[in-house]
């Protein structure tokens, strides 16, 4: 099954160390500018989603949300969840770390497409 989220191995390093410090996470996807534009990181259930959002899918089990609207922007493409060196969003837990997540994207190829159209079918 295709997925729509994916992590790299230097996101999912962070995502275990956050685990660590601050339990269950929870990301979610916006859109805008700033921070908004930046996949953040939560403590589960510190941000609450709504008819807003949906789940795109899961990145070391942690549960991945997007807006709706992002979502309509990002619908032909699998979403790359990374981490690099920086500051990340003011608001998201991986900012003392001196790592900030970043969202990569790379298109669906056809086939993909077709699997992922039966599959929400």
């Given at each position: ?56 899918g899961e990145i070391g089990e942690t549960p991945f949300y997007i807006s709706k ?34 969202s990569r994207s790379r298109v669906f190829t056809e086939e993909e497409r077709t ?7």
């Open positions: 099954m295709v997925e729509r989220v994916t992590v790299t191995k230097e996101a999912l390093d962070l995502i275990n160390t956050l685990k660590e410090v601050h339990g269950d996470l929870m990301f979610h996807q916006s859109g805008g500018c700033c921070d908004g534009s930046s996949p953040m990181c939560y403590q589960r259930g510190e941000l609450r989603t709504g008819e807003s959002d949906l789940l795109l609207d992002q979502y309509e922007y990002w619908k032909h493409t699998q979403l790359i969840i990374d981490a690099v060196d920086g500051r990340g969003g003011m608001f998201s837990l991986e900012g003392p770390e001196g790592k900030r997540f970043l699997e992922l159209a039966g599959a929400e079918a």
